[in-house]
């Protein structure tokens, strides 16, 4: 096919190939339901997902639920939480976003997005991380690679991640949004840092406005 010219076409094409390129793609944050999901999400904030999977089994076996994590000992769970940096707000929107669940919606994780964002610690990339993993509903979360390579690929020039999800998003199928993100996710990370990106390797390489080969 020829080279999609359009910010839709570019988008639609490198969904289909990096589907190709990562059919297995998924969150690689380690989690058995939407609350641990919520809760390492918050932990995942400038820190990486594999220090976060070192500290959420003993985070979720000493809090295995809302109701658990709402009467947590500050100075507790600041320990259990330390390593992934921040610990000091990180405790804080933890304590209060159980606190909020268990006090406005009974213990459950709601799945609208103005219900999630009324939590503690939760912003829109938190909330369609949750949405679109846990709960199965339509959520782009923007983090620094899906920023990045957004940009790279000319579907936006906005900086600020609820724009660039707010232009993202008509260009995908609701239902595939979560995929979208997920896919443009392994690919900043294993091909496209944001020093040296590996254009040579890139099986986007020939559409990419960036791309450097």
């Not at 020829?2 to 990096?18: T, Y």
């Not at 919606?105 to 709601?110: K, M």
């Amino acid at each position: 096919m020829g080279q999609p010219r359009s910010c839709k076409g570019r988008a639609a094409e490198a969904h289909r190939r990096l589907g190709d390129e990562y059919p297995g793609a998924e969150c690689e944050l380690d989690h058995a339901n939407s609350f641990q999901l919520l809760a390492a999400t918050i932990l995942s904030a400038q820190c990486t997902d594999k220090r976060v999977n070192m500290v959420t089994p003993k985070l979720f076996a000493t809090y295995p639920k809302p109701v658990d994590l709402a009467g947590a000992i500050p100075h507790e769970l600041e320990e259990i939480v330390r390593s992934t940096g921040f610990y000091g707000n990180k405790s804080r929107s933890l304590l209060g976003m159980a606190q909020r669940l268990v006090e406005v919606f009974d213990s459950e994780v709601p799945s609208s997005m103005a219900d999630l964002t009324s939590l503690p610690g939760v912003g829109r990339k938190t909330a369609n991380v949750v949405r679109s993993v846990a709960l199965g509903l339509p959520g782009l979360p923007v983090d620094t690679h899906v920023g990045r390579l957004s940009r790279r690929l000319g579907l936006t020039t906005e900086t600020d991640p609820v724009k660039v999800e707010m232009e993202l998003n008509p260009m995908v199928p609701s239902a595939e949004r979560g995929q979208f993100s997920l896919r443009l996710i392994l690919h900043g990370r294993r091909v496209c840092p944001s020093r040296k990106p590996r254009c040579e390797d890139c099986v986007l390489k020939d559409f990419c406005p960036s791309s450097e080969v």
